[in-house]
C-alpha cells in the first residue's frame, strides 16, 4: 500500500485518469474529492462490499422455477424500433 501526506487543496492523480484531492480537514473529518471517467465505478468501501455480497447472493439464491402456462398462445412482438403491424383494410366496395 502506498500511503501519501496531503494538504487540503492538495491532489493524487492515478492513472493520469482520476484525481483524487483532498477538499477540506475538520477534525478527524477528511472530504475527499474524486473525478474519475464515467466508466469507472467509484464507491465508499462499504458500499461496495455491498454490492458484492448482493451480487454473490443473487448468483446463487434458488428460486422456485416459474409455473407452466396452458392453454394460451403468444404472439410474437415486433422488434422495439418497428412500430406494430396493423390488420390490412378491406378494399372499398363503392364505385368510383
Do not use: C, F, W
Not at 66 to 82: C, E, F, H, S, V
Amino acid at each position: 500500500m502506498l500511503i501519501l501526506s496531503r494538504k487540503s487543496g492538495e491532489s493524487i492523480v492515478i492513472d493520469g485518469r482520476i484525481h483524487v484531492k483532498i477538499v477540506r480537514v475538520e477534525g478527524e473529518v477528511i472530504k475527499v474529492g474524486i473525478e474519475a471517467p464515467a466508466d469507472v465505478p467509484v464507491h465508499r468501501k462499504e458500499v461496495y462490499e455491498e454490492i458484492q455480497l448482493s451480487n454473490q447472493q443473487a448468483l446463487t439464491r434458488q428460486s422456485a422455477p416459474l409455473p407452466r402456462l396452458t392453454g394460451t398462445t403468444a404472439q410474437p412482438r415486433p422488434p422495439a424500433d418497428q412500430p406494430p403491424a396493423r390488420a390490412a383494410r378491406k378494399p372499398s366496395l363503392q364505385k368510383s
